[in-house]
């Protein structure tokens, strides 16, 4: 597979838990669900700690293509180990359903191939870094002419203040495969993430961005003309076996 085109179907999943449960449903995840995952035909590419909820789970997982995303799920989840902890799993979770369905913008849009090897099983140290996952919901699809203006106007803002994209996403209009896992239906999300070696750098960023004349002044007056309705933004602790870290 070309590594630009790496994960062409990505899932953004976001569990709400109950209140004190994350921690279990973390190592439960990095112990017994990352490698079966992966060999059932997906990749595991992140999975973290969001610091502005703590009973709440983020995690991505990409496939080849829509059929093969069925086939992969249908093999997981009807497999052993998911049979074996379900129970556990499912226990600490209170809604699993805020799904996005999405894929790359353009062919070099997705999550790049990992600098480092996965932790193994058993590492338990997390690592300073930080994602930010933005979120743009619009009242329309997203279209090219969209994507355009977001590397044309936004984007070089963004490298500027030092939160240059590691991906840019948007919604994966295909049929869901996968019908027992449902995902969100009739959104238009337009999505990036940004990686941060540690929460000062995230924090530098943030504070730049909103001193950027050119951001305040053009890119977010802007959005409403662009059919932005809503903005969303995840500060994101990789867990430690997170590959995305």
């Known amino acids: 597979m070309n590594d630009g085109v790496r994960h062409p179907i990505v899932e953004l999943r976001q569990y709400t838990l109950h209140d004190g449960r994350r921690d279990v449903l973390v190592e439960l995840f990095d112990r017994e ?25 983020v995690w991505l997982r990409g496939f080849p293509d829509p059929d093969r995303r069925a086939e992969a799920l249908h093999r997981f989840y009807g497999g052993p180990v998911w049979r074996q902890h379900r129970d556990r799993a499912n226990a600490t979770m209170i809604d699993s359903d805020d799904v996005l369905l999405l894929r790359p913008v353009h062919p070099d849009g997705g999550f790049p191939v ?11 140290e997390r690592p300073e870094s930080v994602v930010l996952a933005t979120l743009w919901h619009r009242t ?13 106007e936004v984007r070089p803002v963004l490298v500027e ?6 991906a840019c996403l948007q919604t994966e209009y295909a049929e869901n495969t996968y019908p027992a896992l449902p995902v969100r239906d009739g959104v238009h999300v337009f999505a990036w993430f940004a990686r941060f070696t540690d929460p000062a750098r995230l924090l530098d960023h943030q504070r730049r961005l909103a001193g950027s004349r050119r951001w305040r002044e053009v890119v977010l007056p802007g959005l409403a003309a662009w059919s932005v309705s809503d903005t969303r933004q995840l500060r994101l602790a990789p867990t430690a076996r997170s590959e995305l870290r």
């Open 114 to 124: 990992p600098a480092a090897v996965r932790p193994p099983v058993g590492e338990h």
């Open 140 to 152: 329309i699809p997203v279209d090219r002419s969209f994507v355009e203006h977001f590397h044309r």
């Open 33 to 57: 669900f990352v490698e079966p995952q992966e060999a059932a035909g997906m990749a595991v590419v992140g999975q973290f700690h969001d610091l502005d909820d703590p009973n709440r789970f």
């Open 161 to 166: 203040t030092g939160g240059a994209p590691l």
